[in-house]
């Protein structure tokens, strides 16, 4: 038997409308495998807004009922929900797996026949929409005088609290499965009187009607019947146990391409196969996530193109492509769903050279300003290039180039005077996010220049007015308390300070290395044994603790640990050297900076060739610190502090 043959056998399909599941003539029970009702009140909202964010993408143009239905029928595409398996057997038909939402379901009918009988109080509104009676047989199996006997989905443990709904009777919660039912029918409620009630006038007719319509005959569910009994417990198990649901961008594959013609459908699924197998094969190293996929993709994509606000930027967070039918935006750009010839050229032209350059910006060690950001974990540089790029953009490698040493810029002048935080930080990219989209390289510079200007006024570093470009905030004064907050930023500071030493003068250091060897080093959970580690030059050692006492012997330590964290105080060891001289005086430490491999420790110490020096400019080029009494001179620390800012002035004043 071929496998085909053998599934065949186990399980059969069948497809059918939420009318046709409730239209049947007996009863679905509970089987044993599913007894209790678990879904949660946000399970049935999920629900709930899945359904109207397709109902909603179509108008309403008629008010009669005939002609509503024939409206939907002929206008409104098919939502396929899920599936559901059952086991037949001579004298009942059971639910193995999906009494969950068929439960729900149910609950929302009894919520309708309330609705429809409220209607039919009103001699005028009958005729006008759905009959109450309509409703009660899909809730209801009857027996042969026409009663209703029991619930369509059914379990014995339930009718009661079923029956209470029905009749608007307070229902007491005693389980869990009571718990929920409760707790979801007054969330379905509270939802259909918001979608449904017009206030002083009652109900919506029309809107109720296509709604209806649309929930009873434009959803597809699947029924999966399993043909032989011994197998039941085998697949429940293999479904609940083992099944994967879907993500999000397999989801909004279906929308996209679902529609397209056979030779369209077969290209645009080559090409989106492609990307998701590229994906799948992608690594990410040293990064916050572990593992990339489409959705990070499309999150960044959408938000890039389409986000202009906090509030627009959240909503595609998690289930995301519930925008594609929310955001008018969204379907405009890929109009309505309708045009076969566009939906295939998005997939196959713009989508397809997003998702490439976005998954190369992930994993690729070309662009050395964007793995500086990663190595801070300031991930939304991917946004703001991607938002910047134009399809096809001859500009392309300008901005992937130079929107992350400007995004770099940005980031790194807040932190040094003390601008940033974490929070606030994030709201500065909304904005920026919808100001350098699509925008030609030379507007991107001047919106970021600005950006960061505006912020520097409002934190009070700058007056108004005070400066016009970005090179022209870089002053000494300004700079000279720069200070180890972070001690993440204190080390990239001084990577990048190295890295910049080690080009001038052409000579290796632990922070020349290639950009994937670098990553590795610079050790940003300070767990690994080689890496990049930060070293006080004032230890706590007690020759240096005397600095900061007086003569009465109080000790001030406010202003050593002040002095002690200026980021011209602070130095990078490598692997654990910093270990080795960790609580030393600066004299036990300065054989320590000049074997470092570091270039900015062996300038500290003066453990530099003359021939070597002539290449440094001038105010890089400082006098070596000579211990006094076996500790760092204090007279010292504020040309330690300039020559400090020089660097910082060299790397990031112009970019």
């Known amino acids: 038997m071929n496998g085909a043959n053998t599934v065949k056998s186990l399980i059969t399909p069948h497809d059918q409308t939420l009318r046709d599941v409730f239209e049947t003539s007996r009863s679905y029970y509970i089987d044993i495998y599913q007894r209790e009702y678990k879904w949660t009140a946000d399970n049935v909202k999920t629900l709930l807004d899945d359904i109207e964010v397709r109902f909603t993408q179509y108008d309403r143009r008629k008010t009669n009922p005939s002609e509503i239905r024939e409206d939907v029928l002929q206008r409104f595409e098919p939502y396929f929900l899920n599936t559901y398996l059952t086991s037949t057997t001579a004298t009942s038909t059971s639910i193995v797996d999906g009494q969950q939402r068929l439960t729900t379901f149910l609950l929302i009918l009894i919520k309708f026949y309330h609705i429809l009988l409220a209607v039919e109080k009103d001699e005028s509104a009958r005729g006008k929409t759905f009959s109450s009676e309509t409703i009660k047989k899909l809730i209801f199996e009857t027996n042969d005088f026409g009663e209703a006997e029991r619930f369509k989905i059914f379990n014995e443990n339930r009718e009661t609290a079923f029956r209470r709904l029905i009749e608007k009777a307070p229902l007491e919660k005693t389980d869990q499965t009571t718990t929920r039912i409760a707790t979801n029918f007054a969330t379905i409620a509270e939802y259909f009187e918001a979608l449904l009630h017009t206030g002083a006038n009652g109900y919506?007719?029309?809107?109720?009607?296509?709604?209806?319509?649309?929930?009873?005959?434009?959803?597809?569910?699947?029924?999966?019947?399993?043909?032989?009994?011994?197998?039941?417990?085998?697949?429940?198990?293999?479904?609940?146990?083992?099944?994967?649901?879907?993500?999000?961008?397999?989801?909004?594959?279906?929308?996209?391409?679902?529609?397209?013609?056979?030779?369209?459908?077969?290209?645009?699924?080559?090409?989106?196969?492609?990307?998701?197998?590229?994906?799948?094969?992608?690594?990410?190293?040293?990064?916050?996530?572990?593992?990339?996929?489409?959705?990070?993709?499309?999150?960044?994509?959408?938000?890039?193109?389409?986000?202009?606000?906090?509030?627009?930027?959240?909503?595609?967070?998690?289930?995301?492509?519930?925008?594609?039918?929310?955001?008018?935006?969204?379907?405009?750009?890929?109009?309505?769903?309708?045009?076969?010839?566009?939906?295939?050229?998005?997939?196959?032209?713009?989508?397809?050279?997003?998702?490439?350059?976005?998954?190369?910006?992930?994993?690729?060690?070309?662009?050395?300003?964007?793995?500086?950001?990663?190595?801070?974990?300031?991930?939304?540089?991917?946004?703001?290039?991607?938002?910047?790029?134009?399809?096809?953009?001859?500009?392309?490698?300008?901005?992937?180039?130079?929107?992350?040493?400007?995004?770099?810029?940005?980031?790194?002048?807040?932190?040094?005077?003390?601008?940033?935080?974490?929070?606030?930080?994030?709201?500065?990219?909304?904005?920026?996010?919808?100001?350098?989209?699509?925008?030609?390289?030379?507007?991107?510079?001047?919106?970021?220049?600005?950006?960061?200007?505006?912020?520097?006024?409002?934190?009070?570093?700058?007056?108004?007015?005070?400066?016009?470009?970005?090179?022209?905030?870089?002053?000494?004064?300004?700079?000279?308390?720069?200070?180890?907050?972070?001690?993440?930023?204190?080390?990239?500071?001084?990577?990048?300070?190295?890295?910049?030493?080690?080009?001038?003068?052409?000579?290796?250091?632990?922070?020349?290395?290639?950009?994937?060897?670098?990553?590795?080093?610079?050790?940003?959970?300070?767990?690994?044994?080689?890496?990049?580690?930060?070293?006080?030059?004032?230890?706590?050692?007690?020759?240096?603790r005397a600095l900061f006492t007086n003569p009465q012997g109080v000790f001030d330590e406010a202003r050593f640990q002040q002095t002690r964290n200026l980021l011209g105080m602070v130095l990078l060891l490598k692997d654990k050297q910093n270990l080795s001289s960790n609580n030393e005086v600066y004299k036990d430490k300065q054989d320590t900076y000049a074997q470092s491999n570091l270039i900015w420790n062996e300038l500290l110490v003066g453990h530099m060739h003359d021939v070597d020096l002539r290449k440094l400019p001038s105010e890089l080029r400082p006098e070596p610190v000579t211990p006094v009494n076996g500790v760092f001179p204090i007279d010292k620390v504020e040309a330690r502090q300039k020559v400090t800012y020089e660097a910082i002035r060299r790397i990031w004043s112009d970019v």
């Open 204 to 544: 919506d007719l029309a809107k109720t009607t296509y709604y209806l319509t649309y929930l009873l005959d434009r959803i597809s569910i699947v029924e999966i019947r399993i043909e032989r009994q011994e197998n039941v417990a085998m697949i429940f198990e293999v479904v609940n146990d083992r099944g994967v649901g879907l993500k999000p961008y397999e989801i909004l594959k279906g929308k996209l391409i679902g529609n397209l013609n056979p030779s369209q459908k077969e290209k645009a699924n080559t090409v989106w196969t492609e990307l998701q197998d590229k994906y799948f094969r992608a690594t990410l190293k040293n990064a916050t996530e572990k593992t990339l996929d489409l959705d990070s993709f499309f999150q960044t994509f959408f938000r890039a193109k389409f986000a202009d606000s906090e509030n627009e930027y959240e909503r595609f967070e998690g289930d995301y492509h519930y925008e594609m039918y929310r955001n008018p935006r969204v379907r405009e750009y890929f109009k309505d769903y309708q045009d076969r010839d566009l939906l295939f050229a998005r997939i196959t032209t713009e989508i397809h050279y997003f998702a490439n350059l976005y998954l190369d910006l992930r994993t690729s060690y070309e662009y050395e300003a964007a793995i500086f950001n990663k190595l801070l974990d300031q991930n939304q540089q991917y946004l703001l290039i991607l938002s910047s790029v134009m399809w096809n953009d001859t500009e392309r490698e300008e901005k992937t180039s130079a929107i992350p040493e400007k995004f770099d810029q940005f980031h790194t002048v807040l932190r040094l005077l003390d601008a940033y935080d974490s929070n606030s930080f994030q709201r500065l990219i909304y904005p920026l996010n919808k100001d350098v989209r699509n925008k030609k390289f030379s507007d991107v510079r001047t919106t970021f220049e600005s950006a960061l200007i505006t912020t520097l006024v409002q934190q009070n570093v700058l007056k108004e007015d005070q400066c016009i470009t970005a090179a022209d905030i870089f002053e000494f004064e300004r700079f000279k308390g720069v200070h180890n907050r972070w001690t993440n930023f204190s080390k990239y500071v001084l990577m990048r300070i190295d890295r910049h030493l080690a080009q001038l003068l052409d000579k290796p250091s632990y922070a020349s290395e290639n950009l994937e060897e670098l990553e590795d080093r610079f050790n940003k959970n300070n767990l690994k044994r080689y890496g990049m580690h930060l070293e006080h030059v004032y230890t706590q050692h007690a020759a240096n």
